[in-house]
């Protein structure tokens, strides 16, 4: 056989004008090098080698320029388009054989002769190109296997449809002038004969004998022969036997019979064709990827007469269809609630100009006689939407509820007037309609008292609600006042926090995620976690922010099942999230993120797991529970709750209110605080309402829940005094004091100018004396550190707390002041300010010859490093770089920088300095 060109062999496709599409917009003058080449055009890159082999062989052009081999770009295109058309339509010898079923061979070369043979007899069409790909360049057209596998049938199956011995099958065919095809010369097994010649033949000896085989029959109708039986039996087809020797008969079907069976399969064939959908059928029609029995469809079994496979569909491996009807209708439906969708996420505009324009996309439209009740109707949905303040969610809620409602009123006024209706009819139409959800009911029945009370007004008698069948819905939100026993809680603290439990279980579903049997355990894992130490709304819990997991070892879920994390890393991960700045979506509040020791392991797992997630599906936020409302529904209970107490109901507002009112006992048994200041704390921390609900907290687990709901995470010298005026143990004493210059150098670098920070951090350190003084004559310091540790000490920034009830130093701010208690809360605003004001000084210390300003450029600048100290000797440096723009070593780069500027310190202490 001629070789050919990969370049000839797909012009033999249909589909060869792909390729002039593709690389008629390349430069043909245009060359690069390999490493360019595959930058960018990564889509057909090859290695170096091959480039080299493939302009050696002359297939595509180069040249060199300065010793540097360049490749035209249009010829590497051509080519790689060209391949790629060329492995999409042919295929090699041996995968024709596979798909006959037909062993890996032991010499290529006995195959190549007999496909050989079967290209010149016209069977197929088979190609040899000019280069070896794979170790193959035989190849056959792709399209000539499906024909095959159409036109041809077996030897061995033909002879057992007629009830023939093979071997006599074989020698009668020759003798009937017909061919057959060996694939393997000496194997039965594969060969094959012509499917018109054998159908011929076969309908032949059928009107010879007026009847069909077992096995006639069952390809006659292209079913399986277990199908067969179950037609036999539900057509109550009566078989002919005929008697083969002694004990063996053969059975036989009337030719009538079997051609009625071929009619009513085409007519059954059409009328499904017409009526359903199979599986895959319906799911491209819907275009969806995940499981459809999900979604409730009704099945039809499919009869054996038709577990068949035609040209336009293949029904013989399928137990049941969907019904056409069924499926377009949820299609129409699914179509106009993402348009509805749509239109009602559009949060940015006004409430009710969405309902109204959602009223008009959808065509709902009063009827001449309801004017009235239009206009009654569109007041008061109105004023409610105008009302509200409730989050973004809600009112999209708010807005489909009173959708449905609109189209209620609609439907029931096309007679009459919904308004002028009695009760007897309101009650049949509506209130006894098990149709229409009570949420809906309970929105017209409020509509009802808006118009009795304008009617009132009027003087005009309205409808008597007590005639109304209907109860209204009790508010769950508002009356549940219930919260969780402290055992509950301690003891779901010890599940959530058993890794070992966990952490494969979330790592196995992980790796399931978009499959059938994903559960979203590592996000429902992280949802309860959070839920724990923090009094976050639903909303803003499920979209929490992804992590940054480059600073662990971790890079994969199946490294990640194997081994462990250290405490460090888990760490590094909850000083990254605190970093982060939460902003309550309701109240618009700054919101804080708390993770108790106990957790701190479980929340990195739990994150990290979630992580690596969403960088396979390319997700925005950790918690993903497959619904755009981000429910944690029952489905997600049951699967991460299975091995803890079976009656246990997990609920997001019912562990808000119990964190709430454990916050709230605890402060109050603990400080001297008035219920009215301990409720705005509160208040200013959570937009959870607060419970009036006592509880009895054991001495013995004060200090437990302290730990697990407040972040005892101070630093600065007034705290540090503070604690030693309590535990009598004085700060000179302590060790983190006793070198000061070296913490100084090993904070700021050694290129700094030391002399400055260091004059400036003594300056302030004399500062001490006069918190010292003040700390001394407070009248109750436990009650103070109490407060302080519960977050009950005002300030004016947040992160900070004051040793006063009222600031001393109004003109300060909170970072500049001697009195201030920073929280590691604040390390971000701390690292920001230092980041600006440094910047500043940069920009304006040479600029100006004025002494007050260069003063005040210094002065500004040097209280915010000394925070920044303090915040590294409590909590290390590679905590405190986290929450620097940039990170500690960065920072440290601009120091080196700063001219000296001792000459303008002017703090003193009790001085206030700007």
């Given at each position: 056989?001629?070789?050919?060109?990969?370049?000839?062999?797909?012009?033999?496709?249909?589909?060869?004008?792909?390729?002039?599409?593709?690389?008629?917009?390349?430069?043909?003058?245009?060359?690069?090098?390999?490493?360019?080449?595959?930058?960018?055009?990564?889509?057909?890159?090859?290695?170096?080698?091959?480039?080299?082999?493939?302009?050696?062989?002359?297939?595509?052009?180069?040249?060199?320029?300065?010793?540097?081999?360049?490749?035209?770009?249009?010829?590497?295109?051509?080519?790689?388009?060209?391949?790629?058309?060329?492995?999409?339509?042919?295929?090699t010898?041996?995968?024709?054989?596979?798909?006959?079923?037909?062993?890996?061979p032991?010499?290529?070369?006995?195959?190549n002769?007999?496909?050989?043979?079967l290209?010149?007899?016209?069977?197929?069409?088979?190609?040899?190109?000019?280069?070896?790909?794979?170790?193959n360049?035989?190849?056959i057209?792709?399209?000539?296997?499906e024909?095959?596998?159409?036109?041809?049938?077996?030897?061995?199956?033909?002879?057992?449809i007629?009830?023939?011995?093979?071997?006599?099958?074989?020698?009668?065919w020759?003798?009937?002038?017909k061919?057959?095809?060996?694939?393997?010369?000496?194997?039965?097994?594969?060969?094959?004969?012509?499917?018109?010649?054998?159908?011929?033949?076969?309908?032949?000896?059928?009107?010879?004998?007026?009847?069909?085989?077992?096995?006639?029959?069952?390809?006659?109708?292209?079913?399986?022969?277990?199908?067969?039986?179950?037609?036999?039996?539900?057509?109550?087809?009566?078989?002919?036997?005929?008697?083969?020797?002694?004990?063996?008969?053969?059975?036989?079907f009337?030719?009538?019979?079997?051609?009625?069976?071929?009619?009513?399969?085409?007519?059954?064939?059409?009328?499904?064709?017409?009526?359903?959908?199979?599986?895959?059928?319906?799911?491209?029609?819907?275009?969806?990827?995940?499981?459809?029995?999900?979604?409730?469809?009704?099945t039809?079994?499919?009869?054996?007469?038709?577990?068949?496979?035609?040209?336009?569909?293949?029904?013989?491996?399928?137990?049941?269809?969907?019904?056409?009807?069924?499926?377009?209708?949820?299609?129409?439906?699914?179509?106009?609630?993402?348009?509805?969708?749509?239109i009602?996420?559009?949060?940015?505009?006004?409430?009710?100009l969405?309902f109204?324009?959602?009223?008009?996309?959808?065509?709902?439209?009063?009827?001449?006689s309801?004017?009235?009740?239009e206009?009654?109707?569109?007041?008061?949905?109105?004023?409610?939407?105008?009302?509200?303040?409730?989050?973004?969610?809600?009112?999209?809620?708010?807005?489909?509820?009173?959708?449905?409602?609109?189209?209620?009123?609609?439907?029931?006024?096309?007679?009459?007037?919904?308004?002028?209706?009695?009760h007897?009819?309101?009650?049949?139409?509506?209130?006894?309609?098990?149709?229409?959800?009570?949420?809906?009911?309970?929105?017209?029945?409020?509509f009802?008292?808006?118009?009795?009370?304008?009617l009132?007004?009027?003087g005009?008698?309205?409808?008597?609600?007590?005639?109304?069948?209907?109860?209204?819905?009790?508010?769950?939100?508002g009356?549940?006042?219930?919260?969780?026993?402290?055992?509950?809680?301690?003891?779901?603290?010890?599940?959530?926090?058993?890794?070992?439990?966990?952490?494969?279980?979330?790592?196995?579903?992980?790796?399931n995620?978009?499959?059938?049997?994903?559960?979203?355990?590592?996000?429902?894992?992280l949802?309860?976690?959070?839920?724990?130490?923090?009094?976050?709304?639903?909303?803003?819990?499920?979209?929490?922010?992804?992590?940054?997991?480059?600073?662990?070892r971790?890079d994969?879920?199946?490294?990640f099942?194997?081994?462990?994390?250290?405490?460090?890393?888990?760490?590094?991960?909850i000083?990254?999230?605190?970093?982060?700045?939460?902003?309550?979506?309701?109240?618009?509040?700054?919101?804080?993120?708390?993770?108790?020791?106990?957790?701190?392991?479980?929340?990195?797992?739990?994150?990290?797991?979630?992580?690596?997630r969403?960088?396979?599906?390319?997700?925005?936020?950790?918690?993903?529970?497959?619904?755009?409302?981000?429910?944690?529904?029952?489905?997600?209970?049951?699967a991460?709750?299975s091995?803890?107490?079976?009656?246990?109901?997990?609920?997001?507002?019912?562990m808000?209110?119990?964190l709430?009112?454990?916050?709230?006992?605890?402060?109050?048994?603990?400080?001297k605080?008035?219920?009215?200041?301990?409720?705005?704390?509160?208040?200013?921390?959570?937009?959870?309402?607060?419970?009036?609900?006592?509880?009895?907290?054991?001495?013995?687990?004060?200090?437990?829940?302290?730990?697990?709901?407040?972040e005892?995470?101070?630093?600065?010298?007034?705290?540090?005094?503070?604690?030693?005026?309590?535990?009598?143990q004085?700060?000179?004493?302590?060790?983190?004091?006793?070198?000061?210059?070296?913490?100084?150098?090993?904070?700021?670098?050694?290129y700094?100018?030391?002399?400055?920070?260091?004059?400036?951090?003594?300056?302030?350190?004399?500062?001490?004396?006069?918190?010292?003084k003040?700390?001394?004559?407070?009248?109750?310091?436990?009650?103070?550190?109490n407060?302080?540790?519960l977050?009950q000490?005002?300030?004016?920034?947040?992160?900070?707390?004051?040793?006063?009830?009222?600031?001393?130093?109004?003109?300060?701010?909170?970072g500049?002041?001697?009195?201030?208690?920073?929280?590691?809360?604040?390390?971000?605003?701390?690292?920001?300010?230092?980041?600006?004001?440094?910047?500043?000084?940069?920009?304006?210390?040479?600029?100006?010859?004025?002494?007050?300003?260069?003063?005040?450029?210094?002065n500004?600048?040097?209280?915010?490093?000394?925070?920044?100290?303090q915040?590294?000797?409590?909590?290390?440096e590679?905590?405190?770089t986290?929450?620097?723009?940039?990170?500690?070593?960065?920072?440290?780069?601009?120091?080196?920088?700063?001219?000296?500027?001792?000459?303008?310190?002017?703090?003193?202490?009790?001085e206030?300095?700007?």
């Amino acid at each position: 056989m001629e070789k050919i060109s990969i370049k000839e062999a797909i012009c033999l496709l249909d589909n060869n004008e792909e390729v002039n599409g593709e690389i008629n917009q390349i430069d043909k003058k245009l060359y690069l090098n390999g490493n360019v080449i595959r930058k960018l055009y990564p889509e057909y890159s090859m290695d170096y080698k091959t480039l080299r082999r493939l302009a050696d062989e002359g297939k595509i052009k180069s040249k060199f320029v300065k010793e540097i081999q360049l490749f035209s770009v249009y010829d590497v295109v051509e080519y790689k388009v060209n391949l790629n058309l060329f492995r999409s339509g042919f295929i090699t010898i041996r995968q024709f054989l596979k798909k006959l079923g037909i062993p890996k061979p032991v010499s290529n070369s006995y195959y190549n002769e007999r496909f050989l043979e079967l290209h010149n007899n016209g069977n197929l069409k088979m190609v040899c190109i000019n280069e070896v790909i794979k170790g193959n360049n035989y190849y056959i057209l792709k399209l000539d296997l499906e024909k095959f596998c159409n036109n041809m049938v077996s030897l061995v199956e033909a002879a057992e449809i007629m009830g023939s011995n093979v071997n006599d099958f074989a020698y009668i065919w020759p003798k009937i002038g017909k061919p057959i095809i060996k694939i393997q010369k000496n194997n039965q097994q594969y060969h094959y004969i012509y499917k018109n010649d054998f159908y011929e033949y076969r309908d032949k000896k059928i009107a010879k004998h007026n009847s069909y085989s077992r096995q006639a029959a069952s390809f006659k109708l292209n079913i399986s022969p277990a199908s067969f039986e179950k037609v036999v039996n539900e057509y109550s087809l009566t078989p002919v036997y005929e008697e083969i020797g002694e004990r063996e008969k053969k059975v036989y079907f009337s030719q009538q019979d079997i051609e009625f069976l071929k009619t009513e399969q085409d007519k059954l064939w059409d009328y499904y064709l017409i009526h359903y959908y199979t599986r895959d059928e319906a799911k491209k029609y819907l275009n969806l990827t995940e499981i459809i029995t999900r979604y409730g469809f009704t099945t039809v079994p499919i009869p054996p007469l038709l577990r068949t496979n035609r040209t336009e569909r293949k029904m013989n491996k399928i137990h049941h269809v969907y019904l056409k009807s069924e499926i377009e209708e949820y299609k129409f439906k699914k179509v106009n609630y993402e348009k509805k969708r749509d239109i009602i996420n559009r949060m940015d505009a006004d409430p009710f100009l969405i309902f109204k324009i959602a009223l008009k996309e959808f065509k709902y439209i009063f009827p001449p006689s309801s004017k009235n009740t239009e206009k009654f109707w569109l007041q008061f949905v109105g004023r409610k939407l105008q009302r509200t303040n409730a989050s973004d969610d809600t009112k999209r809620d708010y807005i489909k509820e009173l959708l449905r409602v609109t189209e209620l009123i609609i439907s029931n006024s096309i007679d009459r007037d919904i308004l002028t209706q009695s009760h007897k009819e309101l009650n049949l139409r509506i209130f006894r309609n098990k149709d229409i959800p009570a949420n809906i009911k309970n929105h017209f029945i409020s509509f009802i008292r808006a118009i009795n009370k304008n009617l009132s007004k009027k003087g005009l008698k309205g409808y008597d609600l007590n005639k109304l069948d209907f109860k209204p819905i009790p508010n769950e939100n508002g009356n549940e006042k219930s919260i969780y026993q402290i055992s509950e809680y301690m003891g779901l603290l010890d599940y959530v926090g058993d890794i070992s439990l966990h952490k494969n279980k979330a790592i196995r579903d992980a790796k399931n995620a978009g499959s059938s049997n994903y559960v979203n355990y590592a996000s429902s894992w992280l949802y309860v976690l959070l839920h724990m130490n923090n009094a976050w709304r639903h909303r803003d819990i499920t979209l929490f922010p992804r992590i940054d997991i480059s600073k662990t070892r971790v890079d994969s879920l199946e490294w990640f099942e194997g081994n462990e994390l250290t405490l460090e890393e888990a760490k590094s991960i909850i000083n990254q999230v605190k970093s982060i700045n939460f902003i309550h979506s309701k109240t618009q509040k700054r919101r804080y993120f708390f993770c108790s020791e106990e957790l701190t392991l479980a929340f990195a797992y739990a994150a990290i797991i979630c992580e690596l997630r969403c960088k396979k599906a390319s997700s925005k936020t950790l918690i993903d529970f497959n619904s755009v409302k981000r429910k944690f529904t029952n489905t997600h209970r049951k699967a991460f709750f299975s091995s803890f107490i079976s009656t246990f109901s997990f609920g997001s507002r019912k562990m808000n209110r119990t964190l709430i009112s454990y916050i709230y006992n605890v402060i109050k048994k603990v400080t001297k605080r008035n219920p009215l200041e301990i409720t705005k704390f509160i208040r200013s921390h959570s937009d959870e309402e607060i419970t009036n609900i006592y509880i009895d907290i054991p001495r013995e687990h004060i200090d437990f829940l302290t730990n697990q709901l407040f972040e005892v995470g101070h630093f600065g010298y007034s705290y540090e005094i503070l604690g030693d005026l309590l535990l009598g143990q004085p700060s000179t004493d302590r060790v983190a004091r006793t070198n000061r210059s070296l913490l100084i150098k090993n904070t700021f670098g050694d290129y700094v100018q030391i002399e400055t920070i260091a004059a400036f951090f003594n300056a302030l350190l004399r500062e001490r004396d006069l918190v010292k003084k003040v700390l001394n004559n407070h009248p109750d310091l436990t009650d103070l550190l109490n407060c302080i540790n519960l977050g009950q000490q005002p300030a004016k920034q947040y992160g900070y707390q004051c040793v006063f009830q009222r600031c001393q130093f109004p003109e300060k701010e909170c970072g500049d002041c001697p009195f201030v208690i920073p929280h590691i809360y604040a390390l971000s605003d701390i690292g920001q300010t230092i980041v600006d004001r440094l910047n500043d000084f940069s920009a304006k210390f040479y600029l100006t010859d004025k002494v007050g300003e260069k003063t005040r450029l210094t002065n500004r600048l040097y209280p915010q490093l000394f925070l920044l100290k303090q915040a590294v000797e409590k909590f290390g440096e590679d905590t405190v770089t986290q929450f620097i723009p940039g990170g500690l070593p960065a920072l440290k780069e601009e120091l080196k920088k700063l001219p000296s500027a001792l000459e303008y310190l002017t703090i003193r202490s009790g001085e206030k300095n700007e």
